[in-house]
């Protein structure tokens, strides 16, 4: 199909190591839907929304996005509302004038500007603070934005895509999110499912980061064996396919598959030794309890590993309150120093996004 060759081509004219579309769409019903849409709306230059956990390719799905539009000759400029602190981000998205403030000794053009003619990909959206959703909101509406330190308005002519982790919905139900560019940005929504809901998808993605591995660090680490696969395909993955990745990237750089035999085996919690009561009984609500407490600290320990122990992000991924994991991580025990297993990556602290 069209995507596929132009997303070929992409990977190796761009040097993104993008995925071909076999990859980014798989062969699953949860993913089908997603092709259908993103070869409609790509030809067009309408506002694209896409939602998903971290880690399922929001990005990856962008800049399909961009090489299948009519600008895919201009450049792809990518803003993450999450990674830049607030005080910082107006500039970086504006640009500002010399003089416009202290330290400001040359002018310097904002990431909406050097996305004339091209896309414009606002990642984390939901991180957007308030004051800074207006201006956003003025430019999609008319393609006008005044640099800081400036009087005059600029015309920028670029398409938009967002993308967030977050519910918008709920985010404009406690107020921190702005109903009128929610409506002004989701003109067509797309939602990227968990990897846990494409689990027909594994191998091929697994050929496919293996293959890309063995190429950058040199090795010649073979497929993994039908059962690890079959663990892989097992697993819950709460960090997506960024998580599968990095598995693959350290099977490739360790060698050999007993090291991740026990990580990629479905959470089987141990429990700790039946207790009969002096009468001889079994008390059972007491052991089921038990047995769900220990559950729970596993999976909250696995999520908590697999985002690098940031617990916002954590809570997100659980659909709990920050206040209510605070208290489960307490409850259970759970020491980030004695658990914390080595990320595969640069880990982030407590405000990383992961």
Known sequence: MAVDSIVDGFASSKGQNAPPGSVVFGSSEAMRPIRLKVEKVAVTNIPVLIQGESGTGKEVVARLIH???????????????????????????????????????????????????????????????????????????????????????????????????????????????????????????????RLRDRREDIPRLIEFFLAQFNARFQRSAPSPSRELIQSFQDSEWPGNIRELENRVARYVILGGEDAFRSESAPARPALRPIQFSENGTIPLKRIAKQAVREMERDLILKVLQANHWNRRKTAQVLAISYRALIYKIREAGLSQRQNRKPPAGPAGGEGTAA
């Open 67 to 193: 090489q299948l539009s009519p600008v895919a000759s201009g450049p792809f400029v990518k803003v993450n509302c999450a990674a830049i602190p607030g005080t910082l981000l107006e500039s970086e998205l504006f640009g500002f004038r010399k003089g416009a403030f202290t330290g400001a000794y040359n002018t310097k053009p904002g990431r909406v500007e050097m996305a004339d003619g091209g896309t414009l990909f606002l990642d984390e959206l939901g991180e957007l603070d308030s004051s800074l959703q207006a201006k956003l909101l003025q430019f999609l509406q008319d393609g006008q934005f005044c640099s800081i330190g400036d009087q005059e308005e600029k015309r920028v002519e670029a398409r938009v895509i967002c993308a967030t982790n977050r519910r918008l919905e709920d985010e404009i139900e406690a107020g921190r999110f702005r109903a009128d560019l929610f409506y002004r940005i989701n003109v067509i929504s797309l939602h990227l499912p």
